[in-house]
């Protein structure tokens, strides 16, 4: 490899590990998405698709939606559900390797109660992986006056992953929950924080979040 070569390589690696978007957090034109915090991923033991690192992270995500209430940032929740009897479902994920364990849920998908959504509180069912897709997101956070969202939830690398991208292409502002977004395989956590880090997103802790939103700190 040529010094020029090894120069650009070491750049590309700085920008996954430490590259910064260089926006702040504004209460005002913000919005919290949290993604898919339901039972079969967050209850624990509950179906074959527990991710156990959601269950762990739930307080402080709990926190952070508290945080965005009192800084009157809308929290607006997701399901990945069955809706429109599968029918809007992208037609490709029936063939897709996603070890399907023959186990069907018992009823209506649901947020895990501990996460403790509020009555007042936009819940969407979403169809597939991103919150965006066949879904009226866009239109509530245009009508709600919000160019920035935070992305929180599971799976990381699936779900959050795929939404991140889809607010960045609508031209939102993208904030992205280093610790407050999990994943089924933790060693997946980072590789999706570090291309999310380079091409898409403000990737922060939720801490920092707060920090932001609460003005403890000042924002670019």
């Known amino acids: 490899m040529s010094y020029t070569e090894e120069r650009m390589t070491a750049r590309a690696r700085d920008a996954y590990r430490n590259g910064r978007a260089t926006f702040g957090i504004r209460p005002e034109r913000t919005a919290l998405l949290v993604i898919d915090m339901q039972d079969e991923f967050v209850r624990p033991g509950w179906s074959p698709y527990w991710v156990p690192a959601a269950t762990r992270m739930a307080p402080m995500l709990r926190r952070l939606a508290e945080t965005c209430r009192t800084a009157s940032v809308p929290v607006i929740w997701t399901i990945f559900d069955d809706t429109h009897l599968g029918l809007d479902r992208p037609h490709a994920l029936r063939y897709l390797p996603h070890a399907d364990t023959g186990w069907r849920r018992p009823g209506p998908a649901r947020v895990w ?7 007042d509180e936009v819940l ?12 009226p997101l866009d239109t509530m956070l245009r009508n709600l006056g ?23 292409e609508r031209g939102y502002k993208v904030v992205f929950g280093a610790d407050v977004t999990a994943t089924d395989d933790e060693s997946m956590q980072e590789p999706e924080l570090a291309v999310l880090r380079k091409g898409f997103a403000l990737v922060a802790t939720a801490e920092e979040i707060a920090n932001q939103l609460t003005g403890l700190v000042p924002r670019p």
């Not at 109660?113 to 009555?119: K, V």
């Open 146 to 168: 919000r160019d920035t969202v935070i992305v929180t939830g599971t799976l990381t690398n699936y779900c959050c992953g795929t939404t991140a991208r889809q607010a960045y």
């Open 124 to 135: 969407i069912r979403k169809p597939s992986y991103g919150a965006f897709y066949d879904t």
């Open 113 to 119: 109660d501990q996460m403790s959504p509020r009555a």
